[in-house]
């Protein structure tokens, strides 16, 4: 059974750090890529934040590049999401998800989702 399980999210002040981790069972890192979405209160679901494919590239959308880093432990079957310097807009359900697609940057493109971990940026 596909399972993928994030944890990390908190109350964090702007300009704090948080680490999100998406722990995933059922199946190994080694052939999909695991993207990271966030949807903010009253929107819909954006793009792909953060990617990492199979083959080791990442990719981040320019919205976050240069705060944000995504990372996988394929022995761990884990994948991290580093996010730093953090504003208020960030804040957000943060959701991981796997797609068995090389390098998926919409949310159809992705199969399995986790339930989300809630981060919140705020003073």
């Known amino acids: 059974q596909v399972q993928l399980v994030e944890s990390g999210g908190d109350l964090v002040q702007p300009g704090g750090s948080l680490r999100l981790s998406c722990a995933a069972s059922?199946?190994?890192?080694?052939?999909?890529?695991i993207g990271w979405f966030r949807q903010a209160p009253g929107k819909e679901r954006e793009g792909v934040l953060c990617?990492?494919?199979?083959?080791?590239?990442?990719y981040c959308a320019d919205s976050v590049k240069g705060r944000f880093t995504i990372s996988r432990d394929n022995a761990e079957t884990t994948v991290y999401l580093q996010m730093d310097n953090l504003k208020p807009e960030d804040t957000a359900i943060y959701s991981c998800?796997?797609?068995?697609?090389?390098?998926?940057?919409?949310?159809?493109?992705?199969?399995?989702w986790g339930q989300g971990t809630q981060v919140t940026v705020s003073s």
């Open positions: 998800a796997v797609s068995f697609l090389s390098r998926p940057t919409k949310t159809w493109e992705y199969d399995y």
């Open positions: 059922g199946f190994t890192l080694d052939h999909v890529a």
């Open positions: 990617r990492s494919s199979s083959d080791g590239s990442t």
